[in-house]
T-cell receptor, first 116, second 113 residues
């Protein structure tokens, strides 16, 4: 089955710790995205990548970092600089390099990050 | 800037009632418009979309029409079921913006038997 997998489902972070959220897709999609969802709010874009070895900041990139070394993988690191990391994190992908309006984005099941 | 505004929830309906969830947008040019649905504890799934004015998107009994004159994309369903209980998100994307989606805040729907 093709799709997007995110792991872990739940992640706990201690003060001053960096944590990495995994996102893998086997849809052969070029573009990948990371969104953050807070209770009662819509999703906000953290980072996106349209091609391997390239990525751009979204609306709330501060305190986060990403890499795109392989087409199928787009891990997100939540650094200690992110002061309010508790949220639900969603990864998504779409077919082309993101220049097209109207493309469907396919979402993974999400990772819930909690601060200890 | 670009933005999406949805009616506030939660919306509570009885089974077989008619559903409308309002969505209006602000954007330059001709955005594409989407409705996504999120079931508890899950990611988002595309429900329907429309890419140009007057297009109607439809899926699983849900419909929405892209109205440029009123900058709206309201979601409707004639008869809701308990299984439709979820959070519904309206979103837009614009050409040459990296494909990124701009979301409304979401509207929670609860359908009672």
């Amino acid at each position: 089955d093709g799709g997007i997998t995110q792991s872990p489902k739940y992640l706990f972070r201690k003060e001053g710790q960096n944590v990495t959220l995994s996102c893998e897709q086997n849809l052969n999609h070029d573009a990948m995205y990371w969104y953050r969802q807070d209770p009662g709010q819509g999703l906000r874009l953290i980072y996106y990548s349209q091609i391997v070895n390239d990525f751009q900041k979204g609306d709330i990139a501060e305190g986060y970092s990403v890499s795109r070394e392989k087409k199928e993988s787009f891990p997100l690191t939540v650094t200690s600089a992110q002061k309010n990391p508790t949220a639900f994190y969603l990864c998504a992908s779409s077919v082309s390099r993101g220049g097209q309006s109207g493309e469907t984005q396919y979402f993974g099941p999400g990772t819930r990050l909690l601060v200890l | 800037g670009n933005s999406v505004t949805q009616m506030e929830g939660p919306v509570t309906l009885s089974e077989e009632a008619f559903l409308t969830i309002n969505c209006t947008y602000t954007a330059t040019g001709y955005p594409s418009l989407f409705w996504y649905v999120q079931y508890p504890g899950e990611g988002l799934q595309l429900l329907l979309k429309a890419t140009k004015a007057d297009d109607k998107g439809s899926n699983k009994g849900f419909e929405a029409t892209y109205r440029k004159e009123t900058t709206s994309f309201h979601l409707e369903k004639g008869s809701v079921q308990v299984s439709d209980s979820a959070v519904y998100f309206c979103a837009l994307s614009r050409y040459n913006q990296g494909g990124k989606l701009i979301f409304g805040q979401g509207t929670e729907l609860s359908v009672k038997p």
